[in-house]
């Protein structure tokens, strides 16, 4: 069991950056791989960015590339994302969500998780 707590959203303008947390419980983090998600109203829940077990590859969708960054501290059982060069259509609750696994490997469908947070909301104005 796997418990999610996200943090960090906030109002920021076009062009500016934040970075998002997520705090988990339990004693296996490090055997999860994990993912961002973002909610738009309206829309869908879609892909933002996922790591592997222990960081070592990652994966985003096309829309965050070069902007935004995955990373993990299995250490401190936490999981960022920092995003740079925010654009209003970021604008969304973002989620965090983890999936039980052996393989090193990353995973990019809202399917495949099992765990998700309650989301924090990002809004980026014009």
């Known amino acids: 069991q796997v418990q999610l707590v996200e943090s960090g959203g906030g109002l920021v303008q076009a062009g500016g950056s934040l970075r998002l947390s997520c705090a988990a419980s339990g004693r296996t983090f490090s055997m999860h791989g994990l993912g961002w998600f973002r909610q738009a109203p309206g829309k869908d829940r879609e892909f933002v960015a996922a790591?592997?077990?222990?960081?070592?590859?990652?994966d985003y969708a096309d829309s965050v590339k070069g902007r935004f960054t995955i990373s993990r501290d299995n250490a401190r059982n936490m999981l960022y994302l920092q995003m740079n060069t925010l654009k209003p259509e970021d604008t969304a609750v973002y989620y965090c969500?983890?999936?039980?696994?052996?393989?090193?490997?990353?995973?990019?469908?809202?399917?495949?998780?099992?765990?998700w947070g309650q989301g924090t909301q990002v809004t980026v104005s014009s």
């Open positions: 969500a983890a999936v039980y696994t052996l393989a090193s490997t990353t995973y990019n469908s809202v399917n495949e998780y099992r765990y």
């Open positions: 790591i592997s077990r222990n960081g070592g590859g990652t």
